[in-house]
Structure formats: C-alpha cells, structure tokens
C-alpha cells in the first residue's frame, strides 16, 4: 500500500501481521489542507458558474437586440464567445473540484483487499510523498487461496494438452516431504515455450485457510490428468540403444533376456513402462554390465538386494540383482 497525497501519516489503524479484510482502514494521512484544498475548489467553481450565468443572461439579451438590428453583429458574436469562454472554464472549475475532492479521499489509506498484514514501514507522525521511498506504507499479502507457480517440459505440457486441462488437478509437496491437503486447479497456462529452459509456465490456485503455504516458498508440484495401468521399473533398470529402450527379464529358468519395452515418463526415480512387460514378469535391477542373453542368475528379492547391497548371490554364470514386478 503506499500513499498517494503527500502529508503527515497521523493514525495507523492496524496490528502488524493480523488478518485484514478488503476495506478495513489501514492508515490515516492528516485531512486538514486538502480539505482547504477543496473549499478553495468549490468557490473558484461557484465564481466561473456566477459569470457563466451572466454571460449566459447578456447573449440572451443581446439576441433580441440583434433581432431589433440595435447592435451590430460583431457585438453579438463577442456575446457568444464570452459566454463559450465561461462554459469551458466552469468544465475546469468542476474537474478541479473532482480532484480536490479525490485527493481528500486518498487521506484514507484502506485495505484493496483481504490478506495478511506485513510490517508497518512509516510510523505515525511520518512525511509521506507519493512517488517517492516515503510513499511505501505496507504491505498486504493475499494468503487464501494462494497461487503456486511452475513449469513443464514441452512433452509433459503436451499430454496435459491431449486432455481437458479443466479436470486436470495439482497436488503439491511440501518442503518436510509431506503431501499437502487438498488439490489445487490450474488458473493459467502458458502461450510460449521458454527458449532456454524449454518449458511452459503454469499456475494453480489452491485453499489456504490454515496458512499452510507461504507466499516466497520452495514446494514439488505434481499436476495429474488421469489414471492408467502400467508398470514401473527402476530408472537404472532400463537400458536404451539405437534401437529402443530395453529392460533384462529373468524368465523361469532364471535366465536372462533382453525385452523391449515402451516407456513413458517418470514416477519418482521409476520409468513407467506402457508396452512390453506381463504381471509376473521379474526384472534386473543390478549388475546389468555383466548380463549376457542366456546368462543364468541368482534371482533376489528386490527388498533383500537393497538391504544387502549390490550385486547378486553367486551363480553358474554372471549375476544380477533381480526384482519383481511392480
């Protein structure tokens, strides 16, 4: 909020940090020379609007004389003149007395609307002067609902694009790594891809009656279009050539293979594979630089692999940590 009239900052009528509603008085600039102002304004007004009315009562007049051909026409037309003359300045009179008027009301300094107010920037008794550093009084921070500003990447933006962005919703993390309550909606989506980055800039609004979020804070925002089977597969399970993307497969023998699979994005440090796995199928996470097609493993569970490190137990050929669907 800043001043708008320059004066002396007389009353503040709020606590810092306290809930503000839209229209609830904020600050008080002191009222007494613009209120001079204004009463300076309204007689110059009546003065042009006295000699308007005279001017007006004298072409009248002058009319009928005319009429009467006892005056000339130049007389008349000097009538005229005078009286279009009056007629325009009784329009500045009245717009100085509009902004005589206007500045009498930025005395009152009132919340533009609902939020949290921040710390008090001039104290009472303070010079304030618009346009200048003296002109910033406070700030008040919109808190519920809240937006939250991020960005995808041009093939993420685009299967949000293959849906109706409208059932789209964001659910956001926090920076403890708690999931935050309630999803948001998205209220803007970018026209321009960023050249350097690449990526679309978006906005969700979300409820923040509790104060949960904090305006300025660093949160993970996942945006969910819809629901669709698939398996996931650790990242590093996936291999990827000029062919395709790959993931070994332990069959019943425990022998491993190469697969092709279709991938879609990511899940957390998983890929999502569309195409070419079957429930059941079991497949290696570990040691994959060792592989060969027909190499026969020492299957573990994915659980057993992790807690007890790399690699896998020994076997008749090269191993393989291997684990099982997910």
């Known amino acids: 909020m800043r001043a708008r009239v320059a004066g002396i900052l007389e009353k503040q009528l709020f606590r810092e940090g306290e809930p503000i509603r ?8 002191e009222r007494a020379p613009f209120e001079i102002a204004l009463a300076q304004a ?17 072409a009248t007049r ?26 325009a300045g009784l329009l500045i009179a009245g717009a100085a007395v509009r902004q005589a008027e206007l500045n009498l009301s930025y005395t009152a300094v009132d919340a533009p609307i609902s939020g ?10 303070s010079l304030v002067t618009p346009g200048g550093d003296s002109a910033l009084l406070a700030t008040l921070t919109r808190t519920d609902p809240i937006w939250v500003r991020f ?21 956001l993390t926090l920076p403890d790594g708690k999931r935050h309550e309630g999803a948001g909606r998205l209220n803007f989506t970018g026209s321009t891809v960023d050249p350097k980055l690449g990526t679309v800039q ?25 629901e669709r089977e698939a398996f996931v597969v650790p990242q590093t399970a996936v291999l990827q050539t000029d062919r395709g993307r790959f993931v070994w497969v332990v069959d019943a023998s425990n022998q491993a293979n190469l697969r092709p699979v279709e991938t879609g994005g990511w899940v957390g440090r998983d890929w999502v594979v569309h195409k070419g796995l079957q429930a059941g199928d079991r497949v290696a996470i570990d040691n994959l630089l060792r592989l060969r097609p027909g190499a026969t493993v020492q299957p ?14 020994p076997g008749t050929g090269p191993g393989a940590g291997a684990g099982g669907p997910r």
């Open 42 to 58: 309204r007689a110059a007004l009546a003065e042009v609007q006295a000699r308007a009315d005279r001017a007006q009562l004298e």
């Open 151 to 171: 960005a995808l990447s041009e093939s993420e933006y685009a299967q949000l694009r293959s849906v109706d962005e409208r059932v789209a919703k964001v659910a």
């Open 300 to 313: 573990k569970p994915q659980a057993e692999a992790q807690a007890g490190g790399a690699g896998a137990g």
């Open 202 to 226: 978006l906005r969700a609004e979300f409820a923040n009656p509790s104060l949960a979020l904090l305006p300025g804070q660093y949160l993970k925002a996942r945006v969910e279009i819809g």
């Open 62 to 87: 002058l009319q009928k004389l005319l009429a009467e051909r006892a005056i000339s026409q130049r007389e008349y037309d000097d009538a005229l003149s005078s009286r279009q003359q009056t007629q």
């Open 116 to 125: 949290i107010a921040g710390r008090a920037l001039r104290s009472e008794g």
């Open 22 to 29: 839209a229209g609830a008085p904020m600050y008080r600039i």
